[in-house]
């Protein structure tokens, strides 16, 4: 049996090494699974031959650090990178908007398998929680969707196109559960990835959105018949219970709210990714993240 010590807070602890949890940590760079357990396997043979049964978690790292960098240096720089991240006292939080229908679950789901976190939350079911609590009669717009919310307006503006002031609406409100699930994260020092239609830039309270740990990602599909197509890929799976038809006939207004929110991103410069590969464009998010939040130790306020 391999030992390995950590302490926390100057209180010393040890737990037995672990393949599986190596093998995982490993997901941030592009080994893959199969390969991540095989390095396990390897590191762990490479202790036992050297006698080694007690370890101190910084010289376990030290030595996947070397191993990796003897494989291949981008694996270790990318390991390393991410560990910088974690080092972070500040929980991340990680938000990813998008039109419905351009990949913001999937892609928040691929991120979530590459950063190793374990909370994910979509922005539809805060809002099927919201429902129940906000009757019909009170807020038409929450009973709606994000594309077809201008039919509950009830005295339209005369400023603004029906539609986009439905969707604000629509976004507007539920960005109030939006904003409590940020506020809990915090809170709790809970990493978690929010996605969903309802994430817009510029609708979140400044004062969350300004902390450097929070991170904002606007998801489009540029060419319009990839984005159709997306539809057809997800109601194909027989699970889905959401119709095809409903999309399709809103396919013009959900193009209309994609252009509303890359106005929005760029207003507000937030990282807009065109989602056509997922590798890519969990790359881009990777990248973006440690970036942005890797240098930060102890994470300030942005000055204002
Ligand atoms: N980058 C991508 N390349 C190919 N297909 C994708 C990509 N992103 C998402 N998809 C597929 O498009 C469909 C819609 O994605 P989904 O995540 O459900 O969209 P959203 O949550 O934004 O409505 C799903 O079938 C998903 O597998
Ligand atoms: O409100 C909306 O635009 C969609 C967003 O869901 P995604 O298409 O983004 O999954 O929710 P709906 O009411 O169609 O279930």
Redesign the pocket.
């Known amino acids: 049996m391999i030992w390995v010590i950590g302490d926390v807070e100057g209180r010393r602890y040890r737990e037995p090494f672990s393949k599986g949890i190596l093998a995982r940590s490993l997901s941030i760079t592009d080994i893959g699974s199969e390969r991540a357990y095989e390095i396990a396997s390897e590191i762990e043979s490479k202790l036992i031959d050297g006698d080694i049964n007690e370890i101190t978690l910084t010289d376990l790292t030290n030595f996947i650090v070397d191993y990796l960098d003897y494989l291949d240096p981008d694996y270790a720089k990318k390991y390393l990178n991410w560990r910088e991240v974690r080092k972070s006292k500040e929980p991340l939080i990680i938000l990813i908007g998008g039109a419905?229908?351009v990949g913001?679950?999937s892609m928040a789901f691929e991120l979530a398998s590459k950063l190793g976190l374990k909370n994910l939350i979509s922005t539809?079911m805060i809002r099927e929680v919201m429902r129940k609590i906000v009757s019909k009669e009170l807020s038409p717009v929450i009973h709606k969707?994000?594309?077809d919310a201008h039919e509950s307006i009830r005295i339209p503006s005369i400023r603004i196109d029906s539609i986009i002031e439905g969707f604000i609406s629509h976004v507007d409100v539920v960005n109030v559960g939006v904003e409590a699930i940020i506020e809990r994260s915090l809170k709790e020092g809970i990493s978690i990835i929010i996605e969903?239609?309802h994430v817009v830039p510029g609708f979140i309270r400044k004062d969350l959105i300004s902390k450097n740990n929070i991170i904002i990602f606007t998801l489009v599909v540029d060419d319009p018949e990839t984005h159709k197509q997306r539809f057809f890929t997800r109601c194909r799976q027989p699970w889905v219970k959401?119709s095809l038809e409903k999309y399709i006939e809103n396919f013009d207004i959900i193009r209309k709210t994609q252009d509303f929110l890359i106005e929005q991103a760029k207003i507000h410069d937030s990282c807009i990714i065109d989602n056509v590969d997922v590798t890519e464009t969990v790359d881009i998010m990777v990248n973006e993240i440690i970036e942005k939040y890797g240098g930060l130790k102890n994470v300030e306020q942005k000055s204002e």
Do not use: H
Request: aromatic share 10%.
């Open positions: 419905s229908g913001t679950s539809d969707s994000s594309f969903g239609v959401r």
